[in-house]
């Protein structure tokens, strides 16, 4: 099967330098992201308490096992479908098309959000679902290929990107947090579908910046097969919303009756299944070039890693949001300010400490010395368990009734970031650099899959806050994210050896 690789005719793009040294490109994708994440984030720092609000002053009055859940699905499916928009855009529309109808798809399930009933509320998180889907992935996917393989600048153009990430994480909490909690819910998810508008049309004025990178499928070189495989793929694209539609008509008419514990479950087995029969496909296929086999078997090390460390991480917009509004005191020179406001501490961090891991990385390269992929992603799961471990004590002082400083949620969010920034920009540049040509956009959303395993697992975890001692709960996973750390410790080696010259 022969390909062109998106890097073998790079755009013009990939000789610019006008962004801080880096390709004008790097700006829409920059500023896309930014707002996409103000949206996300927006939204998600006031979801918990929405949906866990009475009734009565406007919110949808879930018990926690049931508002556990529901994040947990949520935050899955978001990044679970990154695997479904990645196909589409290989094999239909390019990863530029897909990045613009992502974006549409966000900023009317944030609107949807506003609406007063339950159904509303589920259409919404379809909506955010399949458009979150469709861009994330997608918008990463062309960052790399803004550059051409072996430029020294990808992985510090990647934590420049991961910046604009949490400038969107940073400002989202303080305005949309603010409007939710002392207003009203509804307006908070308005202003944060307000800013994906914004995102898009920066994108769609900035679009020409970004050359070819991404504006086409991937192609076979053959133009037949590839007039072929988009017409089997829309049509398979067609089937599987048929189905899901199916699915949905049976829902309503209670034909089969769904809860949120069933679908929680089955996509924990779906979850779980997926991974296995890609991986399965990708090492011993022979559809693969022996080098893309050996790859594909790093990418495997990575994902794990990847999938445990968002486990833990995660608890910051379920569990740690929940600890923040009932065990912290949150009063500081004596304004008490809202709980959604320790989600831009974290963004804090990021955008103080970014520049510094770009510098260091760049920094250690120069002298030969910048540690591998795999060696940073065990440094990144050290950091996230000891940063769990420390909220022990404070939640032993909270279980005798006592609201703990603020500081101790503050220093875990500082511990997290420093793991984030070691594993999560590192990835992303990882994943475009192991991946094969012909199935780029495929290979960056099964890199999400390991995300949308997390905050699954992160969910689960959640959801048993009000079931088990929180000091249970939190060093259990503490525990096992310091455990999986070491294991990467000893993979380290042979895992570079798979990476075939790729660090």
């Known amino acids: 099967m022969t390909t062109t690789p998106p890097d073998a005719q790079p755009s013009q793009a990939q000789y610019d330098t006008r962004f801080f040294g880096h390709p004008r490109g790097l700006a829409t994708l920059f500023f896309t992201e930014m707002w996409e994440r103000f949206s996300y984030y927006g939204m998600r720092a006031i979801l918990i308490f929405y949906m866990t609000d009475k009734i009565v002053k406007g919110g949808l009055g879930f018990n926690d096992d049931k508002a556990g859940a529901v994040y947990g699905l949520y935050t899955a499916m978001v990044y679970l479908l990154c695997l479904g928009g990645g196909w589409v855009a290989d094999r239909i529309v390019g990863q530029q098309r897909a990045v613009l109808l992502g ?9 949807c959000l506003m609406g007063p009933s339950q159904g509303a509320f589920y259409l919404a998180l379809v909506l955010l679902m399949v458009g979150t889907g469709l861009l ?12 051409r393989q072996g430029d020294p600048r990808r992985d510090s153009g990647f934590s420049i990107f991961y910046m604009g990430i949490n400038i969107g994480a940073l400002i989202s909490p303080i305005f949309c947090g603010w409007v939710g909690e002392r207003i009203s819910w509804r307006l908070g998810f308005g202003l944060a579908g307000l800013g994906m508008l914004a995102g898009l049309i920066q994108y769609v004025l900035g679009g020409k910046y970004l050359g070819d990178a991404g504006l086409r499928p991937a192609s076979t070189g053959d133009a037949a097969k590839d007039a072929r495989q988009r017409r089997n793929a829309l049509w398979a694209l067609g089937a599987g919303l048929a189905v899901f539609a199916a699915l949905g008509v049976l829902g309503a008419t209670g034909v089969i009756a769904f809860t949120v514990a069933l679908i929680s479950d089955s996509l924990g087995w779906a979850l779980l299944g997926i991974p296995v029969v890609v991986f399965t496909w990708l090492i011993f296929s022979h559809t693969w070039t022996a080098e893309e086999r050996k790859r594909s078997a790093a990418i495997l090390v990575l994902f794990v890693a990847s999938a445990v460390f968002w486990a833990s991480f995660e608890q910051a917009g379920s569990s740690l949001s929940l600890f923040a509004e009932r065990s912290t005191d949150r009063h500081i020179f004596g304004f008490e300010f809202p709980a959604s406001w320790f989600q831009f501490v974290q963004p804090i961090f990021v955008i103080a400490l970014a520049p510094v891991f770009a510098w260091l ?25 000891l940063a769990l471990a420390i909220l022990v004590p404070a939640s032993m002082m909270a279980a005798h ?80 994210t310091i455990v999986a750390a070491l294991v990467l410790v000893i993979l380290i080696r042979p895992t570079v050896r798979l990476m075939s010259g790729v660090n």
Do not use: D
């Open 136 to 147: 994330k992935g997608n918008v990463s996917t062309i960052v790399g290929q803004l550059y």
């Open 361 to 385: 990385w760049m920094a250690l390269n120069r002298r030969h010395a910048e540690p591998s992929s795999p060696a940073k992603f065990s440094m990144g799961l050290l950091w996230a368990g």
């Open 103 to 111: 974006g549409l798809f966000i900023a009317a399930g944030e609107f």
């Open 401 to 480: 009734g006592a609201l703990v400083s603020s500081w101790w949620l503050t220093g875990t969010y500082f511990m997290q970031t420093i793991g984030e920034l070691c594993l999560s920009p590192v990835g992303l540049s990882a994943m475009t650099k192991l991946a094969p040509a012909r199935a780029a956009g495929f290979m960056m959303g099964i890199w999400f899959l390991s995300i949308s395993i997390g905050n699954w697992l992160a969910g689960k975890a959640a959801s048993l806050y009000s079931s088990i001692p929180l000091p249970s709960l939190f060093g259990i996973v503490a525990g096992c």
